[in-house]
């Protein structure tokens, strides 16, 4: 029995040190102490928005640890779980100036889109009208190689025609003579 009383009371004292609580420090500049009371010996001076950890609680004074791991006693009507409207005032500022530099990025890629749509649509231009060029000197080019092809075609019909007609004059001469010959 004795046993478990112990260990409740180990779960209850680790339990405390476990769950400690991160708060913020809400006045401007706060002592920490080295134990509860006004006539302790002050460890250090806390920052407003410096960050604590609740070790023990109490109604007048809290137990706490700084991130560096000093401990100490404060106030406690001097810890907020809000953080300090000067910690969100800087966040603020720093919001802003991300706001300002990302605007500024944006008029530069707005410029910078402008400027490409501008050239893309010159490019265009030039393009179509070389376009057209190529077409008209296509169908040029087409139209030569049908005249050249008509030429070619007649020029064979005109080798053929004669051809034909040089082979008949040459016939017809040639049975002329044999006939007189043999009479």
Do not use: C
């Amino acid at each position: 029995m004795k046993s478990y009383v112990l260990i409740g009371i180990y779960l209850l004292f680790f339990s405390t040190l476990v769950h400690a609580e991160s708060l913020y420090v809400s006045e401007v500049e706060i002592t920490l102490r080295q134990g509860p009371g006004n006539d302790k010996r002050i460890v250090t001076m806390l920052q407003t928005g410096q960050r604590v950890e609740i070790l023990e609680q109490g109604k007048i004074w809290s137990h706490i640890r700084l991130s560096g791991g000093k401990t100490g006693w404060m106030l406690t009507r001097y810890i907020t779980k809000e953080k300090p409207k000067v910690l969100g005032a800087t966040e603020h500022e720093d919001v802003l100036t991300q706001l300002e530099t990302l605007r500024g990025e944006n008029e530069n890629l707005k410029t910078e889109n402008e400027a490409l749509l501008v050239k893309a649509r010159k490019d265009a231009q030039r393009l179509s009208a070389e376009l057209a060029k190529e077409k008209s000197r296509a169908l040029t080019l087409e139209k030569e190689i049908r005249g050249f092809e008509k030429d070619q075609k007649m020029y064979w019909f005109l080798s053929g025609g004669a051809v034909f007609l040089g082979g008949f004059l040459i016939g017809s001469l040639g049975k002329r003579r044999s006939r007189r010959s043999y009479l």
